[in-house]
Protein backbone atom coordinates (compact mmCIF):
# COMPACT_ATOMS: atom_id res chain seq x y z
CA UNK A 1 0.00 0.00 0.00
CA UNK A 2 1.20 3.55 -0.78
CA UNK A 3 2.63 5.51 1.72
CA UNK A 4 0.20 8.57 1.50
CA UNK A 5 -2.50 5.94 1.47
CA UNK A 6 -1.56 4.98 4.88
CA UNK A 7 -1.51 8.80 5.65
CA UNK A 8 -4.99 9.31 4.17
CA UNK A 9 -6.57 6.12 6.17
CA UNK A 10 -4.75 7.21 9.24
CA UNK A 11 -5.71 11.07 9.32
CA UNK A 12 -9.19 9.73 8.53
CA UNK A 13 -8.99 7.78 11.78
CA UNK A 14 -8.60 10.74 14.13
CA UNK A 15 -10.17 12.96 11.92
CA UNK A 16 -13.34 12.26 9.83
CA UNK A 17 -15.04 13.91 7.55
CA UNK A 18 -12.47 15.48 6.15
CA UNK A 19 -12.28 17.13 2.74
CA UNK A 20 -9.37 17.11 0.58
CA UNK A 21 -8.11 20.48 1.32
CA UNK A 22 -8.20 19.55 5.02
CA UNK A 23 -6.19 16.16 4.52
CA UNK A 24 -3.86 17.77 2.52
CA UNK A 25 -2.90 20.35 5.52
CA UNK A 26 -2.72 17.43 8.00
CA UNK A 27 -0.39 15.37 6.37
CA UNK A 28 1.10 18.05 4.51
CA UNK A 29 0.79 16.73 0.77
CA UNK A 30 -0.27 18.60 -2.11
CA UNK A 31 -3.95 19.01 -3.19
CA UNK A 32 -3.06 17.33 -6.49
CA UNK A 33 -1.31 13.86 -4.79
CA UNK A 34 -4.08 14.03 -1.89
CA UNK A 35 -6.50 14.10 -4.95
CA UNK A 36 -5.30 11.32 -6.57
CA UNK A 37 -5.29 8.99 -3.27
CA UNK A 38 -8.25 9.82 -2.55
CA UNK A 39 -10.29 8.38 -5.58
CA UNK A 40 -7.80 5.54 -5.75
CA UNK A 41 -9.52 4.91 -2.32
CA UNK A 42 -12.45 5.17 -3.38
CA UNK A 43 -11.98 2.74 -6.14
CA UNK A 44 -10.44 0.23 -3.70
CA UNK A 45 -13.69 0.79 -1.45
CA UNK A 46 -11.86 2.03 1.39
CA UNK A 47 -13.14 5.53 2.26
CA UNK A 48 -16.16 7.07 1.26
CA UNK A 49 -17.93 10.37 -0.12
CA UNK A 50 -19.79 12.28 2.17
CA UNK A 51 -21.37 14.70 0.08
CA UNK A 52 -20.77 17.92 0.04
CA UNK A 53 -19.76 19.85 3.36
CA UNK A 54 -22.05 22.80 4.79
CA UNK A 55 -21.63 25.93 3.11
CA UNK A 56 -19.59 28.84 4.28
CA UNK A 57 -20.25 30.99 1.32
CA UNK A 58 -17.98 29.46 -1.35
CA UNK A 59 -17.77 26.28 -3.10
CA UNK A 60 -18.78 23.54 -0.75
CA UNK A 61 -16.14 20.78 -0.38
CA UNK A 62 -16.86 17.19 -1.00
CA UNK A 63 -15.86 15.24 2.53
CA UNK A 64 -14.76 11.74 3.28
CA UNK A 65 -14.80 9.06 5.39
CA UNK A 66 -13.27 6.01 6.15
CA UNK A 67 -15.42 2.94 4.83
CA UNK A 68 -15.83 1.10 8.31
CA UNK A 69 -17.99 -1.71 7.38
CA UNK A 70 -14.69 -3.17 4.89
CA UNK A 71 -12.07 -2.23 6.89
CA UNK A 72 -10.29 -4.63 9.58
CA UNK A 73 -10.68 -4.02 13.11
CA UNK A 74 -7.98 -3.56 16.09
CA UNK A 75 -6.99 -5.33 18.64
CA UNK A 76 -7.04 -3.02 22.16
CA UNK A 77 -5.04 -4.68 25.25
CA UNK A 78 -4.88 -2.11 28.04
CA UNK A 79 -2.93 -3.49 31.05
CA UNK A 80 -2.20 -1.57 34.71
CA UNK A 81 -0.88 -3.23 37.83
CA UNK A 82 -3.59 -5.36 38.66
CA UNK A 83 -6.03 -5.51 35.93
CA UNK A 84 -6.02 -6.66 31.75
CA UNK A 85 -8.75 -5.02 29.57
CA UNK A 86 -9.19 -6.28 26.30
CA UNK A 87 -11.14 -4.57 23.37
CA UNK A 88 -12.19 -5.25 19.65
CA UNK A 89 -12.55 -2.22 18.15
CA UNK A 90 -13.17 -1.10 14.72
CA UNK A 91 -11.92 2.06 12.88
CA UNK A 92 -14.23 4.64 14.58
CA UNK A 93 -13.35 3.33 17.75
CA UNK A 94 -16.33 1.30 18.52
CA UNK A 95 -16.32 -1.58 20.57
CA UNK A 96 -17.07 -4.67 18.48
CA UNK A 97 -17.09 -6.66 20.74
CA UNK A 98 -17.93 -6.13 24.98
CA UNK A 99 -14.24 -5.40 26.84
CA UNK A 100 -13.30 -7.65 28.78
CA UNK A 101 -11.21 -7.33 32.50
CA UNK A 102 -9.19 -9.96 34.43
CA UNK A 103 -7.78 -9.52 37.11
CA UNK A 104 -3.78 -9.97 36.77
CA UNK A 105 -1.48 -8.75 39.31
CA UNK A 106 1.86 -7.85 37.10
CA UNK A 107 4.12 -7.96 40.48
CA UNK A 108 2.37 -10.83 42.49
CA UNK A 109 0.84 -13.23 39.46
CA UNK A 110 3.28 -16.46 38.94
CA UNK A 111 3.64 -15.91 35.17
CA UNK A 112 1.56 -12.67 34.55
CA UNK A 113 2.03 -12.65 30.46
CA UNK A 114 0.74 -16.33 30.56
CA UNK A 115 -2.15 -15.39 32.29
CA UNK A 116 -2.91 -12.56 29.39
CA UNK A 117 -1.78 -14.71 26.69
CA UNK A 118 -4.62 -16.74 27.76
CA UNK A 119 -6.97 -13.96 28.27
CA UNK A 120 -6.18 -13.12 24.55
CA UNK A 121 -7.43 -16.84 23.59
CA UNK A 122 -10.43 -16.69 25.08
CA UNK A 123 -11.64 -13.76 24.57
CA UNK A 124 -10.70 -13.91 20.49
CA UNK A 125 -12.37 -18.20 20.19
CA UNK A 126 -14.75 -16.97 18.31
CA UNK A 127 -13.61 -14.14 16.00
CA UNK A 128 -11.87 -14.12 12.71
CA UNK A 129 -8.31 -12.85 13.77
CA UNK A 130 -7.70 -12.80 10.03
CA UNK A 131 -9.88 -9.41 10.02
CA UNK A 132 -7.57 -7.81 12.52
CA UNK A 133 -5.52 -5.41 11.47
CA UNK A 134 -2.97 -5.19 14.32
CA UNK A 135 -2.78 -5.46 18.21
CA UNK A 136 -2.08 -2.64 20.31
CA UNK A 137 -0.66 -2.68 23.84
CA UNK A 138 -0.33 -0.17 26.55
CA UNK A 139 1.09 -0.76 30.05
CA UNK A 140 2.91 0.82 32.84
CA UNK A 141 6.97 1.24 33.09
CA UNK A 142 9.94 2.44 30.95
CA UNK A 143 8.22 1.49 28.02
CA UNK A 144 10.65 1.58 24.59
CA UNK A 145 8.00 1.54 21.81
CA UNK A 146 11.03 1.73 19.54
CA UNK A 147 12.60 -1.79 20.84
CA UNK A 148 9.52 -2.88 21.76
CA UNK A 149 10.39 -3.45 25.64
CA UNK A 150 9.74 -2.83 28.98
CA UNK A 151 12.70 -1.97 30.77
CA UNK A 152 10.79 -2.55 34.27
CA UNK A 153 11.97 -5.88 33.63
CA UNK A 154 14.79 -7.70 33.50
CA UNK A 155 15.51 -9.11 30.44
CA UNK A 156 14.70 -12.67 31.72
CA UNK A 157 11.47 -11.47 32.71
CA UNK A 158 9.07 -12.68 30.35
CA UNK A 159 7.25 -9.16 30.18
CA UNK A 160 10.31 -7.45 29.05
CA UNK A 161 9.32 -8.60 25.61
CA UNK A 162 5.50 -9.01 26.01
CA UNK A 163 5.18 -7.15 22.27
CA UNK A 164 7.08 -9.79 20.78
CA UNK A 165 5.55 -12.84 22.43
CA UNK A 166 2.07 -11.82 21.76
CA UNK A 167 3.03 -10.89 18.12
CA UNK A 168 4.45 -14.32 17.86
CA UNK A 169 1.50 -15.74 19.16
CA UNK A 170 -1.38 -14.12 17.60
CA UNK A 171 1.08 -14.16 14.14
CA UNK A 172 -0.26 -10.42 14.21
CA UNK A 173 1.51 -6.91 14.02
CA UNK A 174 2.17 -5.85 17.37
CA UNK A 175 3.36 -2.10 19.27
CA UNK A 176 3.17 -1.41 22.89
CA UNK A 177 3.41 1.91 24.22
CA UNK A 178 3.42 3.49 27.83
CA UNK A 179 -0.03 3.66 29.64
CA UNK A 180 -0.02 7.31 30.42
CA UNK A 181 1.33 7.83 26.85
CA UNK A 182 -1.14 6.46 25.37
CA UNK A 183 -3.76 7.94 27.32
CA UNK A 184 -2.18 11.71 26.18
CA UNK A 185 -2.66 10.02 22.74
CA UNK A 186 -6.73 9.67 23.19
CA UNK A 187 -7.20 12.85 25.24
CA UNK A 188 -5.23 14.83 22.63
CA UNK A 189 -7.01 13.25 19.08
CA UNK A 190 -10.69 12.80 21.12
CA UNK A 191 -10.81 14.17 24.34
CA UNK A 192 -10.23 17.21 26.49
CA UNK A 193 -6.83 18.20 24.80
CA UNK A 194 -8.13 18.42 21.15
CA UNK A 195 -7.07 21.61 19.54
CA UNK A 196 -4.53 22.13 22.36
CA UNK A 197 -1.02 22.89 21.76
CA UNK A 198 0.32 22.63 25.46
CA UNK A 199 -1.94 20.06 27.31
CA UNK A 200 -0.35 18.04 30.33
CA UNK A 201 -2.70 15.02 30.59
CA UNK A 202 -2.47 13.10 33.93
CA UNK A 203 -3.23 9.42 34.02
CA UNK A 204 -4.08 9.20 37.96
CA UNK A 205 -4.62 5.15 38.78
CA UNK A 206 -2.23 3.02 40.97
CA UNK A 207 0.85 5.91 39.97
CA UNK A 208 0.34 9.20 38.99
CA UNK A 209 1.36 9.09 35.15
CA UNK A 210 1.94 12.29 33.03
CA UNK A 211 1.69 12.39 29.35
CA UNK A 212 3.10 15.88 27.92
CA UNK A 213 1.56 17.66 24.06
CA UNK A 214 3.55 20.35 23.88
CA UNK A 215 3.45 22.75 20.39
CA UNK A 216 1.05 20.61 19.37
CA UNK A 217 3.20 17.09 19.56
CA UNK A 218 3.84 14.29 22.26
CA UNK A 219 6.67 15.17 24.00
CA UNK A 220 8.61 12.02 24.86
CA UNK A 221 12.33 12.81 25.75
CA UNK A 222 15.26 12.20 24.71
CA UNK A 223 14.79 8.85 25.73
CA UNK A 224 11.62 8.32 25.68
CA UNK A 225 10.32 8.44 29.32
CA UNK A 226 9.79 11.62 29.97
CA UNK A 227 6.28 12.13 32.37
CA UNK A 228 7.28 10.24 35.36
CA UNK A 229 5.46 12.68 37.56
CA UNK A 230 4.79 9.93 40.08
CA UNK A 231 8.49 9.94 41.32
CA UNK A 232 8.44 13.66 41.35
CA UNK A 233 9.88 13.80 45.38
CA UNK A 234 7.62 16.09 46.96
CA UNK A 235 6.37 13.52 49.69
CA UNK A 236 7.43 14.51 53.18
CA UNK A 237 6.48 10.90 54.40
CA UNK A 238 9.04 8.29 54.60
CA UNK A 239 7.21 5.49 52.84
CA UNK A 240 8.72 3.40 50.68
CA UNK A 241 7.61 4.50 46.81
CA UNK A 242 7.23 1.28 44.48
CA UNK A 243 10.19 2.48 42.86
CA UNK A 244 12.22 1.44 45.73
CA UNK A 245 13.03 5.45 46.96
CA UNK A 246 11.55 7.83 49.70
CA UNK A 247 9.33 11.04 48.73
CA UNK A 248 7.63 10.11 45.46
CA UNK A 249 4.34 11.96 44.80
CA UNK A 250 2.94 8.34 44.39
CA UNK A 251 2.46 7.45 47.99
CA UNK A 252 0.70 10.49 48.72
CA UNK A 253 -1.57 11.16 45.39
CA UNK A 254 -2.15 7.99 43.74
CA UNK A 255 -5.58 5.45 44.49
CA UNK A 256 -3.30 3.29 46.48
CA UNK A 257 -2.81 6.06 49.01
CA UNK A 258 -6.22 6.65 49.19
CA UNK A 259 -7.17 3.41 49.66
CA UNK A 260 -4.71 3.13 52.20
CA UNK A 261 -5.87 6.05 54.07
CA UNK A 262 -9.55 5.09 54.13
CA UNK A 263 -8.09 1.23 55.14
CA UNK A 264 -6.39 3.01 58.04
CA UNK A 265 -9.62 5.44 59.81
CA UNK A 266 -11.88 2.31 59.30
CA UNK A 267 -9.53 0.39 61.59
CA UNK A 268 -9.07 3.38 63.98
CA UNK A 269 -13.32 3.21 64.20
CA UNK A 270 -14.26 5.59 61.84
CA UNK A 271 -18.27 4.96 60.81
CA UNK A 272 -17.88 4.43 57.07
CA UNK A 273 -20.56 2.40 54.33
CA UNK A 274 -17.23 0.43 53.46
CA UNK A 275 -16.65 -0.79 57.26
CA UNK A 276 -18.33 -4.05 56.13
CA UNK A 277 -17.12 -4.81 53.06
CA UNK A 278 -14.04 -4.24 55.26
CA UNK A 279 -14.63 -6.62 57.85
CA UNK A 280 -16.05 -9.22 56.17
CA UNK A 281 -12.90 -9.29 53.05
CA UNK A 282 -10.27 -7.59 55.15
CA UNK A 283 -10.07 -5.04 53.03
CA UNK A 284 -11.63 -2.64 50.16
CA UNK A 285 -11.47 -2.16 46.74
CA UNK A 286 -11.19 1.14 44.46
CA UNK A 287 -15.00 0.57 43.05
CA UNK A 288 -16.20 0.09 46.35
CA UNK A 289 -14.46 3.45 47.23
CA UNK A 290 -15.18 5.52 44.01
CA UNK A 291 -18.82 4.46 44.87
CA UNK A 292 -18.58 5.20 48.81
CA UNK A 293 -17.29 8.69 47.76
CA UNK A 294 -19.88 9.39 45.18
CA UNK A 295 -22.61 8.24 47.41
CA UNK A 296 -21.19 10.85 50.25
CA UNK A 297 -19.49 8.48 52.93
CA UNK A 298 -17.17 10.93 54.37
CA UNK A 299 -14.20 8.62 54.88
CA UNK A 300 -14.06 7.77 51.26
CA UNK A 301 -14.25 11.72 50.32
CA UNK A 302 -11.61 12.26 52.46
CA UNK A 303 -9.28 9.95 51.21
CA UNK A 304 -9.58 11.37 47.49
CA UNK A 305 -9.41 14.96 49.09
CA UNK A 306 -6.47 14.02 50.34
CA UNK A 307 -4.91 12.60 47.04
CA UNK A 308 -6.34 15.64 45.49
CA UNK A 309 -4.57 18.30 47.77
CA UNK A 310 -0.99 16.36 46.90
CA UNK A 311 -1.93 15.87 43.51
CA UNK A 312 -2.28 19.80 43.14
CA UNK A 313 1.24 20.33 44.68
CA UNK A 314 2.76 18.42 41.92
CA UNK A 315 0.62 20.14 39.06
CA UNK A 316 1.57 23.45 40.68
CA UNK A 317 5.69 22.24 40.35
CA UNK A 318 4.58 21.65 36.74
CA UNK A 319 3.25 24.62 35.85
CA UNK A 320 5.94 26.46 36.79
CA UNK A 321 8.04 24.21 34.68
CA UNK A 322 5.99 24.13 31.95
CA UNK A 323 3.10 27.02 31.49
CA UNK A 324 0.61 24.60 30.08
CA UNK A 325 -2.64 26.04 28.47
CA UNK A 326 -4.34 22.75 30.12
CA UNK A 327 -4.02 19.81 33.27
CA UNK A 328 -6.09 17.24 32.09
CA UNK A 329 -7.20 14.44 34.74
CA UNK A 330 -7.68 11.22 33.35
CA UNK A 331 -7.36 7.81 34.05
CA UNK A 332 -9.49 5.69 36.40
CA UNK A 333 -9.72 9.03 38.80
CA UNK A 334 -11.43 11.36 36.72
CA UNK A 335 -14.01 9.00 38.07
CA UNK A 336 -13.85 11.14 41.00
CA UNK A 337 -13.39 14.43 39.34
CA UNK A 338 -15.97 16.27 41.50
CA UNK A 339 -14.13 15.30 44.65
CA UNK A 340 -10.61 15.92 43.06
CA UNK A 341 -10.90 19.33 41.60
CA UNK A 342 -11.68 21.78 44.64
CA UNK A 343 -8.93 20.26 46.34
CA UNK A 344 -6.64 20.24 43.34
CA UNK A 345 -7.12 24.29 43.18
CA UNK A 346 -7.42 25.02 46.75
CA UNK A 347 -3.53 23.30 46.78
CA UNK A 348 -2.67 25.00 43.36
CA UNK A 349 -3.41 28.31 45.03
CA UNK A 350 -1.04 27.96 47.82
CA UNK A 351 1.63 26.36 46.25
CA UNK A 352 1.84 28.04 42.95
CA UNK A 353 2.76 31.22 41.35
CA UNK A 354 -1.21 33.16 40.58
CA UNK A 355 0.71 34.79 37.76
CA UNK A 356 1.62 31.86 35.77
CA UNK A 357 -1.41 29.23 37.44
CA UNK A 358 -4.23 31.66 36.30
CA UNK A 359 -4.23 31.15 33.00
CA UNK A 360 -3.45 27.18 32.87
CA UNK A 361 -7.34 25.08 33.23
CA UNK A 362 -7.98 22.18 35.28
CA UNK A 363 -10.41 19.28 33.78
CA UNK A 364 -11.70 16.40 34.31
CA UNK A 365 -11.77 14.07 31.51
CA UNK A 366 -14.94 12.64 30.25
CA UNK A 367 -13.19 10.00 27.63
CA UNK A 368 -14.31 6.78 28.79
CA UNK A 369 -11.87 3.77 28.00
CA UNK A 370 -9.22 6.84 27.47
CA UNK A 371 -6.51 3.98 27.65
CA UNK A 372 -8.40 1.55 25.40
CA UNK A 373 -8.78 3.95 23.16
CA UNK A 374 -5.31 5.13 23.23
CA UNK A 375 -4.25 1.85 22.76
CA UNK A 376 -5.94 1.54 19.58
CA UNK A 377 -4.97 4.89 18.34
CA UNK A 378 -1.33 3.42 18.94
CA UNK A 379 -1.91 0.25 16.85
CA UNK A 380 -3.67 2.68 13.98
CA UNK A 381 -0.99 5.20 13.75
CA UNK A 382 2.18 2.47 14.06
CA UNK A 383 0.53 -0.14 11.60
CA UNK A 384 1.64 -0.69 7.94
CA UNK A 385 -1.87 -1.50 6.89
CA UNK A 386 -0.57 -4.97 5.17
CA UNK A 387 -3.82 -6.46 6.00
CA UNK A 388 -5.36 -4.39 3.33
CA UNK A 389 -2.28 -4.38 1.26
CA UNK A 390 -3.13 -8.13 0.79
CA UNK A 391 -6.40 -7.62 0.75
CA UNK A 392 -6.23 -4.79 -2.57
CA UNK A 393 -3.55 -7.60 -3.77
CA UNK A 394 -7.05 -10.25 -3.61
CA UNK A 395 -9.35 -8.02 -4.71
CA UNK A 396 -7.36 -6.38 -7.74
Not at 143 to 172: C, F, M, W
Amino acid sequence: MKTLHKSILTSLYYQTPQSIAELSNSIGKSVPNVTRSVQELLQYNLINSEGFAASTGGRRAIQYSLNIEVLPTLLAIAIDQYNTSISLMDLSNQMIKELHQQHINLNQSEDPLEKIIALIDSFLESENKENILTVGISMPGFVDSEKGINSSYSPTDPLYHIKDAIERHLQIPTYIENDSTAIAIAEHQFGKAKGSNNALIINLNWGVGLGMILEGRLFKGHSGYAGEFSHIPLSNQNKLCSCGKRGCLEVEASLIAALGYASEQIENGQISQLTAHYGQEGRINIDQLIAAALNGDQVAIESFAKIGYMLGKGIATLIHIINPEKVIISGKGSEIGQILLPQIQASMLEFSIQRLSKDTSIEISTLHNAQIIGTASIAVSSSNWEVLHKKQTETN
